[in-house]
């Protein structure tokens, strides 16, 4: 496992736990969500927070050992950039057959050992989503993209319920979509300690 530190707390943690940063044209602070920019990298905790305290503190000149220039926008770019990320994997594994949408095949799926990353949309239906039971694999469960973001991965208006198959770009995903919790806050901050919902009583 690649760990790095982060540039605000000092801890060192995995790579999927963090957001890296480079400098781009003009020494700009630039999101490598997808870890592939050139550059010396400069890693920050996958949080809306620290990131702004990274901002805020002028941490990124201290890693940069430069001065460095800072987006006004770089949290909510950020978010944006991990949000496009997610909806691309997720759109490649609809086309490739590793995820579906909608209630009836979303349950059916959950029933099958298969299938094992639940998402469901944080603004739909609380009773309609606890009819579906989520798999009992830890950090498998995804509830904080809208309904709207799913339709775009889907190629629909809206989406509530999806699953994805093992395999494939679930873990991918699961890295994603687990670094956007960290940046809605009403959520889990901490990805490592990410929860699904209680199942639904049975009878």
């Known amino acids: 496992m690649v760990e790095r530190r982060c540039i605000v707390t000092k801890d060192t943690l995995p790579t999927s736990d963090l957001i890296r940063f480079v400098l781009g ?40 050992k430069q001065k460095v220039n800072t987006p006004d926008n770089l949290v909510d770019l950020t978010q944006r950039l991990i949000v496009k990320h997610a909806i691309n994997l997720l759109s490649m594994a609809r086309k490739s057959g590793h995820a579906i949408c909608g209630f009836e095949k979303t349950k059916s799926a959950m029933m099958s050992e298969r299938w094992y990353i639940l998402i469901q949309a ?16 830890a950090n498998s469960y995804i509830s904080w993209l809208t309904a709207q973001e799913l339709g775009l991965a889907f ?5 509530i319920h999806a699953a994805v198959s093992k395999g494939g770009l679930s873990a991918r995903i699961l890295l994603e979509a687990n ?25």
Do not use: C, Y
């Open 25 to 64: 044209p003009d020494d700009m602070v630039t999101p490598d969500i997808s870890g592939r920019l050139p550059g010396r990298g400069m890693w920050v905790s996958a949080n809306s927070k620290d990131i702004a305290k990274a901002i805020d503190q002028n941490l990124f000149s201290k890693a940069a």
């Open 122 to 137: 944080e603004d739909g239906s609380t009773p309609q989503k606890q009819k579906i039971r989520p798999s009992a694999v």
């Open 155 to 159: 190629g629909r208006e809206n989406v």
């Open 179 to 203: 670094r956007l919790a960290g940046f809605r806050e009403k959520h889990v901050a901490n990805p490592s300690k990410i929860a699904g919902p209680k199942p639904a009583a049975k009878g």
